[in-house]
């Protein structure tokens, strides 16, 4: 028979875990099929206080247990489960939604947008909804929900770190998360969809002002990764175009008509003469969507040219944004002349009001500013070399791409404007840390994991191996007492060897495997050897520290 397994989330991880392998071991002998999909189970076990309010359940056998009794005697639990459960006990649905439709975005559109995803479907299927999740990845999106979905929809679910377009769902119930929260605490982010999703309304409609407080409510730190998330596809091309013009000779470049000076000229003199501009332009989108696009991107191309660079165009990009959004929504005009506003009127004032500022008022003292930061980044001594790569590589382990590991990876990324290439390298080095050292870790001490958790250690390495910090992120979720110290002191040590040897970067991404761009990583054997070193310190010291599953399902149970 057929049978789904329903535990409730309040009774802890490690007791459902135990709960779980016991009565898997056990259904065989009872002649049942434990499986996932609800919709083909004969029989339901609920383990917890009541049954859940799920139309998934009606017309089957339901029966409701309790946890201690299913640990202690499992083969006779699902024997009584099996003989004595009622039909049809689900109760009836309180008009939950049937068909959801969810989209996922992250800064850089490679983990947490996948993760989240993955996680949406595997939740929904398993209260019996029809799901269909569009990823905004790096690439674009993709499985794109079409109209004739959006029609049949009854929610929409958001879990994006960034803005994102979403007019097309205009109208319907809509929910909007964190990717974070919905990769760790899916069913609950589920639920609270449900209960709390209210009518979506692009900006500029009628209802606006209802979902204005909602939106400002992401903060300048969604605004800041938005504009991050556009700049940085051009900041990897621009610093490998660079490293390839390099691999040639470093003064090559100078010498006019030759493959080492059209690279510069690509790399240097286009991509990153335009990171700064599209970097000031997306954050003003992000705060005011179009209107905002214009003046953000001539702020940001003013930090360029009075030298105040990526800290420039930052301020420049909330100033844009925010005076677009203010004279959109406060500037009243006839309706004879509203068609103006998008077209005339709110580009030219606020591109005044930015560009005057940025000429007048920041340019200068900014420029001066960023000139300090980079002298001082540029001849520092070895020992604030090691400090700051010691911080920067904790920073990027202390949350496993939460809002700590993106501000040091922003920082980075924001400094390879000024040619300062030595931060970037300790913040990528230190950011694989975690998964590979987690994934030694089940190497190492494989009898204290259960058999996901060794696989799963098989996928951190691939993932860590890519600069895919999440890849630790299901360790960390289950242990982060344990698992969050280790890999904090391992990214710092590696970031202060990376700093130490002098490593530089030229590419914000791509892990080990920017290794195959000559002159993209040196020195080459230095950088390394700061990531092993980090790996295994993190990994050796939570082998020791790690307790067996064993040991921890029985002191929960």
């Keep these: 028979m057929k049978t789904l397994l329903i535990i409730d989330a309040n009774l802890g991880q490690a007791r459902a875990y135990m709960a779980k392998t016991l009565l898997g071991a056990a259904a ?10 609800p919709n083909d189970a004969e029989l339901a076990i609920v383990l917890g206080e009541s049954l859940p309010n799920d139309n998934a359940l009606n017309g089957k056998k339901v029966w409701l247990g309790d946890i201690g009794r299913a640990v202690a005697h499992p083969e006779l639990f699902l024997s009584e489960a099996k003989s004595r459960a009622p039909a049809a006990a689900a109760p009836a649905a309180s008009g939950g939604p049937k068909r959801v439709v969810a989209v996922t975005a992250c800064p850089t559109g490679v983990a947490h947008t996948f993760m989240a995803a993955e996680a949406i479907e595997t939740e929904a299927k398993k209260r019996g909804w029809w799901v269909k999740v569009e990823t905004r990845g790096s690439v674009g999106a993709g499985n794109a929900i079409t109209p004739e979905e959006v029609a049949e929809a009854d929610l929409v679910i958001v879990a994006a770190d960034i803005e994102v377009d979403l007019a097309k769902f205009a109208g319907l119930p809509m929910y909007r998360t964190s990717t974070g929260l919905a990769l760790k605490k899916t069913a609950q982010e589920l639920d609270k969809a449900v209960a709390e999703a209210t009518p979506y309304q692009p900006a500029g409609k009628a209802s606006q002002a209802a979902t204005e407080g909602k939106k400002e409510s992401a903060g300048a730190y969604r605004h800041l990764l938005t ?21 040639f000779g470093i003064e090559a470049f100078k010498v006019p008509g030759t493959l080492a000076a059209a690279l510069m000229q690509i790399g240097g003199g286009s991509a990153f003469a335009l990171m700064v501009p599209v970097l000031a332009g ?25 030298g105040s660079g990526f800290i420039g165009g930052i301020i420049a990009g909330f100033l844009a944004g925010y005076m677009a959004k203010l004279i959109s929504t406060k500037l009243k005009l006839p309706q004879s002349m509203e068609a103006l506003k998008p077209i005339l009127i709110i580009p030219l004032i606020s591109s005044l009001v930015v560009g005057l500022a940025m000429i007048y008022l920041i340019g200068k003292p900014v420029a001066g500013i960023l000139e300090g ?11 604030n070399a090691v ?11 202390t949350d496993m791409g939460g809002p700590v590991n993106k501000a040091a990876y922003a920082f980075g990324v924001g400094l390879l404007s000024t040619q300062t290439y030595a931060p970037m390298a300790a913040i990528m080095a230190a950011g694989m840390v ?3 050292a987690l994934g030694l870790a089940t190497m190492v001490a494989r009898r204290k994991f259960d058999k996901a958790q060794q696989e799963g250690g098989k996928a951190a390495l691939v993932l860590g191996l890519c600069f895919i910090t999440e890849g630790a992120i299901p360790f960390a979720a289950r242990d982060p007492m344990r698992v969050l110290p280790c890999c904090i002191v391992g990214g710092a040590l590696t970031g202060a060897i990376s700093m130490a040897v002098g490593a530089k970067l030229m590419a914000p991404h791509g892990g080990l495997f920017v290794l195959l761009i000559p002159g993209a990583i040196t020195p080459v054997l230095g950088y390394l050897l700061a990531i092993v070193a ?12 790690k307790r067996p599953e064993t040991e921890v399902a029985a002191k929960a149970a």
């Design 28 to 37: 065989h002998k009872a002649n049942l099929e434990i499986i996932d999909n």
């Design 227 to 247: 504009g991050v998330s556009y700049m940085l596809p051009m900041v990897v091309a621009g610093g490998l175009c660079i490293a390839l013009s390099f691999a």
């Design 282 to 306: 997306y954050i003003a989108f992000s705060i005011a969507d179009r209107p905002g696009l214009t003046p953000g991107l001539i702020g940001g191309m003013l930090a360029v040219s009075t």
């Design 373 to 383: 930061l980079t002298h001082w980044l540029q001849t520092m001594g070895t020992a």
């Design 387 to 397: 400090l700051l790569g010691a911080i920067l590589g904790g920073m990027m382990c």
């Design 434 to 436: 975690p998964p590979l």
């Design 534 to 545: 980090g790996t295994l310190v993190a990994g050796l010291a939570y082998a020791v520290l």
